[in-house]
T-cell receptor, first 114, second 114 residues
């Protein structure tokens, strides 16, 4: 089955620790995205990648970092510099960044930092 | 600056009746619009889309209407079923130098009462 996997589903960390969220896709999509969702808010774009070895900041990139070394993988690191890291994180992919087509989302990772 | 607004956070509808979810946008550069459906603790799934050159798109029980002059989008579900109970996100896309940037609304929680 083609799709996007995110692991783990739930993640707990202590304040001050960096944490990396995994995102893998086997849809052969060029573009990948990271969003965060907070209660009462829409999905806000953290980072996106149009192609391997390329990524760009989204609207709320501060305190986050990404890499895109392989087409299938787009891990997100939440650093200790992120002031409010507790949120639901969603990874998505799309056939191409410039096309009029939909994004496919993974099941999400709920991160809790205490 | 919320460019895509879903002013109704929730909506309750009887099974078999019509559900109408509304979305307003402010950016006239948006050229593609999408609706996603999201169940709790899952990623959103694509439902239906419409190009800015059209005013209606239909797919089974789901119809999206676009009123460009009013910058208004609506999703009609007829007839509504209990399985339609979910959060619905409106999204709008604009070209940013070859990349389609997608902006999401805050979501409307639909409850279909049996």
């Amino acid at each position: 089955d083609g799709g996007i996997t995110q692991s783990p589903k739930y993640l707990f960390r202590k304040e001050g620790q960096n944490v990396t969220l995994s995102c893998e896709q086997n849809l052969n999509h060029d573009a990948m995205y990271w969003y965060r969702q907070d209660p009462g808010q829409g999905l806000r774009l953290i980072y996106y990648s149009q192609i391997v070895n390329d990524f760009q900041k989204g609207d709320i990139a501060e305190g986050y970092s990404v890499s895109r070394e392989k087409k299938e993988s787009f891990p997100l690191t939440v650093t200790s510099a992120q002031k409010n890291p507790t949120a639901f994180y969603l990874c998505a992919s799309k056939a191409s960044a410039g096309g009029f087509d939909e994004q496919y989302f993974g099941p999400g990772t709920r991160l809790t930092v205490t | 600056d919320q460019q895509v607004k879903q002013n109704s956070p929730s909506l309750s509808v009887q099974e078999g009746r019509i559900s109408i979810l509304n979305c307003d946008y402010t950016n006239s550069m948006f050229d593609y619009f999408l609706w996603y459906k999201k169940y709790p603790a899952e990623g959103p799934t694509f439902l239906i889309s419409i190009s800015s050159i059209k005013d209606k798109n239909e797919d089974g029980r789901f119809t999206v209407f676009l009123n460009k002059s009013a910058k208004h989008l609506s999703l009609h579900i007829v007839p509504s079923q209990p399985g339609d109970s979910a959060v619905y996100f409106c999204a709008a896309s604009a070209n940013r130098g070859g990349y389609q940037k997608v902006t999401f609304g805050t979501g409307t929680k639909l409850q279909v009462i049996p």
